[in-house]
């Protein structure tokens, strides 16, 4: 079932979220999730260690494009008429992740490196809700540094996620109709003899004797009205 893009980094963060660490003096650290780039500069006590989700690119799935360009998703019955709310189709995507862990021990590395490679396996799913997408771990690199005297232990991990996103920014308003009636006429004729060059042919004449062109032009007898709407139909003048 399609969902929403943010509903889908939500739960993906959430698989990240809850690891508690103990540092060198016995006190327990909750490692903070964040969708950015951790800054040393800004706040050290609070990012390291610290886990950052980072959101890389998402590529359409050409292969599960729908031919359907909109689909019904609402109708308002309060409004008179109804109001029917369509939605574009939604469309499969392979949305790409970069998880990184940011410690500043060997100890705190080892122990998220291990907790965070724990939290899926290779080929696994992602549950938001009722639902399940698809998840792949794809790969694992190293890329720890030094900040002058500061070792920076730095580990990441992409994931590769297909779902099929929903497109909630376009919603489309109409209004609908109450009833529709169909009104049928009955248009009087009479024949007519021509004579021409020795031959003769017969016409048909509309709504004698005033003799109109054509049907649309005539004078008309109303015949039945055929009314319906979403639910049922009826004959108004039906005897």
Do not use: C
């Not at 509903?7 to 909750?30: H, P, S, Y």
């Not at 008429?81 to 080892?110: G, K, N």
């Not at 799913?125 to 009722?130: D, F, N």
């Not at 021509?194 to 004797?209: F, K, L, M």
């Amino acid at each position: 079932m399609a969902i929403p893009f943010w509903k889908l980094e939500e739960a993906f963060m959430g698989i990240f979220t809850g690891k508690v660490m103990q540092d060198r003096n016995g006190r327990k650290v909750v490692v903070p999730v964040f969708i950015d780039y951790p800054d040393i500069e800004e706040s050290p006590e609070r990012r390291f260690p610290s886990i950052a989700v980072l959101f890389q690119g998402m590529t359409p799935d050409t292969e599960m494009y729908n031919s359907d360009m909109d689909r019904v998703v609402d109708v308002d019955y309060t409004t008179s008429p109804p109001t029917f709310v369509t939605r574009r189709m939604a469309e499969f995507y392979d949305i790409t992740y970069e998880v990184t862990s940011y410690t500043l021990s060997a100890w705190e590395d080892r122990e998220l490196t291990r907790w965070v490679e724990s939290r899926l396996l290779p080929r696994d799913a992602l549950v938001v809700g009722q639902d399940s997408y698809h998840i792949f771990r794809e790969s694992f690199s190293v890329a720890d540094s030094v900040d002058v005297d500061t070792v920076i232990y730095e580990k990441s991990w992409t994931f590769n996620i297909k779902a099929d996103i929903e497109d909630t920014d376009n919603d489309n308003y109409q209004k609908g109709v109450n009833e529709v009636r169909i009104h049928s006429n009955v248009v009087r004729t009479e024949t007519k003899k021509i004579e021409s060059n020795g031959t003769s042919r017969t016409q048909y004449v509309y709504n004698a004797p005033k003799s109109a062109d054509n049907a649309e032009d005539a004078e008309k007898l109303l015949h039945r009205v055929i009314a319906f709407d979403d639910q049922n139909y009826w004959f108004p003048n039906k005897k």
